[in-house]
Nanobody, 112 residues
Framework: QVQLVESGGGLVQAGGSLRLSCTAS????????MKWFRQAPGKEREFVAA????????VYADSVKNRFTISRVIAKNTMYLQMNSLKPEDTAVYFC?????WGQGTQVTVSS
């Protein structure tokens, strides 16, 4: 079974950027469809972005389209989420999902 660990979260001002990483162990992410979700305080977990098993297809939530980019590097067994033009409403714990596993999450806080 794959194990996932997120990193890269932090505190950033509105308009800034962060890059989240999701590093897998236990198996290769090649051939795995993977997703990013987020959960803000008092809210349900919501979908952010997905990358297909082949790595050639991506899907984004409307709220992050044209600001966030999902990608992966097979050689590093890592998926990324590049987040630009961050807004206070992007504040949440970000989780990665793939192969039936979830990571522990990484906190992103965007100050106004």
């Amino acid at each position: 079974q794959v194990q996932l660990v997120e990193s890269g979260g932090g505190l950033v001002q509105a308009g800034g950027s962060l890059r989240l990483s999701c590093t897998a162990s236990g198996r290769s992410i090649s051939g795995l469809a993977m997703k990013w979700f987020r959960q803000a305080p008092g809210k349900e977990r919501e979908f952010v972005a997905a990358i297909s098993w082949s790595g050639t297809g991506t899907v984004y939530a409307d709220s992050v389209k044209n600001r966030f980019t999902i990608s992966r590097v097979i050689a590093k067994n890592t998926m990324y989420l590049q987040m630009n033009s961050l807004k206070p409403e992007d504040t949440a714990v970000y989780f990665c999902d793939g192969g039936g596993s979830w990571g522990q999450g990484t906190q992103v806080t965007v100050s106004s």
